[in-house]
């Protein structure tokens, strides 16, 4: 069945460095691929998405990259700050129905 | 973005009991899903809460033991019925809605359930 697989599953770095998280679909009529960071005990919240239609997108510390031939998208955070520090998902879909999950990233950035 | 808002925001429950969950929109929205996020686990679409029809459950979930109403585009209940220990998670509903680049889906604040 459809499933999104996502490493690490923690990642620790020092502020100011770089994080990247990967994740792979094996559903290949996905064409929408969100990230979630859920902080302690809040909802998890957007921070970027990216469709098919586009290989690459940033937004100031963030970026997105998909590779469609390969079947995977990865989040970039550039100068890691200690509010950075969450549980990031990545997700795909068909259009923006039903979301699959990666199984989230426990990030940590230390000051 | 749509406000959404859950109730209750967390409960405690004895097993075999029932607990029902409100999940209401500030707008009128199409798509409404409920998740469910375990302790410490990601999350795991339940059902597609459907306004008039019956809500699409993915599988390894059912109607009988999460029967889902969605009497309007802008509210949405989810039971979880018959409750074990098991079922303790965080339940969310979300809703798809507008963002700069397109449709996407946000998430309600959820609703914490411990079952004793």
């Known amino acids: 069945g459809e499933n999104v697989e996502q490493h690490p599953s923690t990642l620790s770095v020092q502020e100011g460095d770089s994080a990247v998280i990967k994740c792979t679909y094996s559903d290949s009529a996905s064409n929408y691929f969100p990230w979630y960071k859920q902080e302690l005990g809040k909802r998890p919240q957007l921070i970027i998405d990216i469709r098919s239609n586009v290989g690459e997108k940033k937004d100031q510390r963030i970026a997105v990259t998909l590779n469609k031939t390969a079947k995977h998208f990865s989040l970039h955070i550039t100068e890691t700050q200690p509010e950075d520090s969450a549980v990031y998902f990545c997700?795909?879909?068909?259009?923006?129905?039903?979301?699959?999950f990666g199984q989230g990233t426990t990030l940590q950035v230390k000051p | 973005s749509a406000v959404i808002s859950q109730k209750p925001s967390r409960d405690i429950c004895q097993r075999g009991t029932s607990l029902t969950i409100q999940c209401q929109v500030d707008?009128?929205?199409?798509?409404m899903f409920w998740y469910r996020q375990q302790p410490g686990q990601s999350l795991t679409l339940i059902a597609t809460?459907?306004?008039?029809?019956?809500?699409?459950?993915e599988s390894g979930f059912v109607i009988d033991k999460f029967p889902i109403s969605r009497p309007n585009l802008t509210f949405s209940t989810l039971t979880v019925s018959n409750m074990s220990p098991e079922d303790s998670s965080i339940y969310l509903c979300s809703v798809e809605g507008a963002s700069r680049t397109g449709e996407t889906q946000y998430f309600g604040p959820g609703t914490r359930l411990l079952v004793l």
């Open positions: 997700a795909g879909s068909r259009n923006t129905g039903k979301l699959i």
């Open positions: 707008s009128q929205v199409t798509m």
């Open positions: 809460a459907n306004q008039g029809s019956e809500a699409t459950y």
